[in-house]
């Protein structure tokens, strides 16, 4: 396969190297495998409601919870409290566990050991099969951000430069986690476990349910290490304006951190034919 180095079968990843001339060749596949991805998801109902209702409406169960914190004190509103949970959702459903579903069960159809004797590298197979999650997950937070500012007056973000880094981070970060955990799950009907440590973890302690502002000090400065965490402060921090310089560097090198960390894991361990 011209472009591509072969360096494993089964554990690790190819080297994806694509010359700049085979760049528009390589465009066109990522899209005709973004555009197959698409067709299965959508044939997945179950996968898609939870990817498309659940960060919507999950956040308004929490509400409750949330009236009882005294969040004019942190310079908090309900809107952008809630704002930020539905995102972290989003993170969580629309792209991680979705992900997590999907490269099992294309590992298990054989469709990604088949794809991998062609010209795709496999940079080009993991990007291309999480293309329509990722798209999904912007998406909601397009519509998110415009529902919650005319329906909870979220008001216009303080900081709006700091929103598409936490976006970016928070769907990049779960993808590329997405990746690790399916690699070490044996089944699709399995990734529903296998996926709940990270998401428990995340819900509770990346400030997606309840803020971390609402923690003791040092289970908080602990929380602040886990994977979505940063996304969660970067995002929420643009609509408040309250992250210093400092504490916005911190975040941005904490998911860099983490975005290479589950690159390598990926790279190193993510399974391409079925366990058996």
Same mark, same amino acid.
């Given at each position: 396969m011209s472009g591509v180095e072969v360096t494993g079968r089964n554990g690790g990843v190819r080297d994806g190297g694509v010359r700049s001339g085979d760049r528009a060749a390589a465009g066109r596949r990522l899209r005709a495998l973004a555009r197959a991805e698409l067709t299965l998801l959508g044939r997945?109902?179950?996968?898609?409601?939870?990817?498309?209702?659940?960060?919507?409406?999950? *956040?308004?169960?929490?509400?409750p919870a949330i009236d009882q914190l005294d969040l004019k004190k942190q310079g908090l509103t309900i809107g952008t409290t809630l704002l930020t949970a539905a995102i972290g959702f989003s993170f969580l459903f629309a792209v991680y566990t979705s992900l997590v579903n999907a490269y099992v069960a294309r590992r298990e159809e054989l469709v990604l050991k088949r794809l991998r004797t062609g010209e795709l590298s496999d940079a080009e197979i993991l990007t291309g099969t999480a293309l329509p999650a990722l798209g999904i997950g912007?998406?909601?937070?397009?519509?998110?951000?415009a529902g919650c500012a005319a329906l909870l007056h979220t008001g216009t973000p303080r900081a709006p430069y700091l929103i598409l880094p936490g976006l970016l981070a928070g769907y990049l970060v779960s993808a590329a986690l997405a990746a690790?955990?399916? !690699?070490?799950? =044996?089944?699709?009907?399995?990734?529903?476990?296998?996926?709940?440590?990270?998401? $428990?973890? !995340?819900?509770?302690? !990346? /400030? $997606?349910?309840?803020?971390?502002?609402?923690? *003791?000090?040092?289970?908080?400065? &602990?929380?602040?290490?886990?994977?979505? !965490?940063?996304? +969660?402060?970067?995002? =929420? /921090?643009?609509?408040?304006?309250?992250?210093?310089?400092?504490?916005?560097?911190?975040?941005? %090198?904490? &998911?860099?951190?983490?975005? $290479?960390? %589950?690159?390598?894991? +990926?790279?190193?361990?993510?399974?391409?034919? *079925?366990?058996?």
């Amino acid at each position: 396969m011209s472009g591509v180095e072969v360096t494993g079968r089964n554990g690790g990843v190819r080297d994806g190297g694509v010359r700049s001339g085979d760049r528009a060749a390589a465009g066109r596949r990522l899209r005709a495998l973004a555009r197959a991805e698409l067709t299965l998801l959508g044939r997945n109902r179950g996968v898609v409601f939870t990817a498309l209702a659940v960060p919507l409406l999950l *956040p308004f169960s929490v509400r409750p919870a949330i009236d009882q914190l005294d969040l004019k004190k942190q310079g908090l509103t309900i809107g952008t409290t809630l704002l930020t949970a539905a995102i972290g959702f989003s993170f969580l459903f629309a792209v991680y566990t979705s992900l997590v579903n999907a490269y099992v069960a294309r590992r298990e159809e054989l469709v990604l050991k088949r794809l991998r004797t062609g010209e795709l590298s496999d940079a080009e197979i993991l990007t291309g099969t999480a293309l329509p999650a990722l798209g999904i997950g912007l998406a909601q937070a397009l519509v998110l951000c415009a529902g919650c500012a005319a329906l909870l007056h979220t008001g216009t973000p303080r900081a709006p430069y700091l929103i598409l880094p936490g976006l970016l981070a928070g769907y990049l970060v779960s993808a590329a986690l997405a990746a690790f955990t399916a !690699s070490f799950t =044996r089944t699709v009907e399995s990734s529903q476990v296998t996926a709940m440590p990270l998401m $428990i973890l !995340s819900m509770l302690g !990346s /400030g $997606i349910t309840v803020p971390t502002e609402f923690l *003791p000090d040092k289970l908080a400065t &602990a929380c602040e290490l886990l994977p979505l !965490s940063p996304a +969660v402060r970067l995002f =929420r /921090g643009g609509w408040t304006g309250q992250l210093s310089t400092g504490e916005t560097l911190t975040a941005l %090198a904490t &998911a860099l951190a983490w975005s $290479i960390l %589950a690159v390598f894991a +990926v790279r190193r361990w993510f399974r391409w034919e *079925p366990r058996r």
